[in-house]
């Protein structure tokens, strides 16, 4: 089918009513084997039928997934019956690899994006792309970053909460930031279990706390350097409503006096996270409450995890029950994810037609 440049900020503006549901994942069925081709330890899918799939990692299966992964139709289906509008589509954590070789991680960037541009084309007024990329290769990661938003049209990207044993912290991934500052790119940050701490997983708490303490750990070494008052545009989402970050950025900013001896109320991490967006993936009232106060009721964006079992149902859901602690909990629903993917509009998106 021939391909049509269509402005992204177009786009936003005839998506569907409803609400904006900023963390769903996707993947593709017939994603390609990197690891015949590529040295490292990638995930690879399995078709069973038309409706099912097996992702493997390590010959085993990591996760059994159905068609609501990649078929346009079944998500849609389910939107609609839950009040959704528009989905924003991610990859798999698992798939975003940071810690292999990086001609690896590229090639099945890649072919994710591709995919995600295929699914958003199949139902531009419904679906909106982050993408991936290779960020253990600055350079390779700004040049697909580019080719996601400038030649495919997407919102942003999604990364890791670390890449191989290095922190977001390290400098050497200051300029994939400012690239994404200058792009207007955001940037979701959602954490991986195969990276949580051994010692966590072994006690099952792996999900529980591992992973939102990962997205806590990235996100406090980031808010400790500069990089925001950098870069003012960066627009970074954290995942899980900004995992246990919220409960203890106090604690956090008196370690900065009583450790580094920082006194600048302008340095705080407190004052800093103000920059940082989340979703409300909380599955608690109190604790989004606590979140939309750290960083903001107007940088929380809806996001349900759709469409594994950890995900929020009926989406939304939190928003009810937090309506009277957060008396702007419906702009959570809409009008927030719009403003987060709104610095993007700027930028062209191929759609199919």
């Not at 084997?33 to 899918?45: Q, Y």
């Not at 940037?187 to 195969?194: S, T, W």
């Amino acid at each position: 089918m021939a391909m049509s440049v269509v402005p992204l900020a177009e786009r936003l503006a005839k998506l569907r009513p409803g609400m904006i549901d900023f963390h769903t994942h996707a993947i593709d069925p017939d994603l390609p084997d990197v690891a015949t081709t590529h040295p490292g330890r990638f995930p690879r899918v399995r078709r069973l039928d038309e409706d099912r799939a097996q992702v493997l990692l390590d010959g085993r299966v990591y996760r059994e997934v159905d068609s609501r992964c990649w078929s346009p139709t079944a998500r849609i289906r389910d939107m609609d019956a839950e009040g959704v509008g528009a989905q924003v589509v991610s990859a798999m954590p698992v798939t975003l690899c940071h810690g292999e070789p990086a001609a690896g991680a590229a090639a099945l960037a890649a072919a994710q994006n591709d995919f995600f541009a295929r699914l958003v084309g199949a139902a531009p007024d419904r679906l909106v792309a982050l993408g991936c990329v290779p960020l253990q290769d600055p350079g390779l990661a700004i040049k697909e970053l580019r080719r996601c938003v400038e030649e495919l049209g997407f919102a942003g990207v999604e990364i890791g909460t670390r890449v191989g044993d290095r922190e977001l912290a390290d400098p050497a991934f200051v300029p994939f930031f400012q690239a994404a500052a200058e792009l207007d790119a955001v940037v979701f940050l959602h954490p991986v279990d195969q990276v949580v701490d051994p010692r966590l997983t072994a006690l099952r708490l792996g999900f529980g706390l591992g992973m939102p303490t990962e997205t806590a750990t990235a996100a406090a070494g980031l808010l400790q350097t500069d990089l925001f008052d950098r870069l003012p545009r960066l627009r970074l989402c954290l995942a899980h409503g900004g995992g246990t970050l919220p409960s203890v950025l106090p604690r956090l900013a008196l370690g900065q006096r009583v450790v580094s001896g920082v006194t600048d109320h302008d340095a705080r991490m407190t004052t800093r996270a103000r920059a940082l967006w989340c979703d409300s993936l909380t599955y608690d009232e109190d604790s989004l409450a606590l979140a939309a106060h750290r960083f903001g009721e107007e940088h929380v964006v809806l996001g349900t995890d759709y469409p594994f079992a950890a995900r929020e149902s009926p989406a939304g859901d939190v928003l009810t029950r937090a309506a009277k602690l957060l008396p702007a909990a419906a702009g959570i629903a809409r009008a927030n994810p719009l403003a987060l993917l709104a610095g993007a509009g700027s930028r062209d998106v191929r759609a199919t037609g």
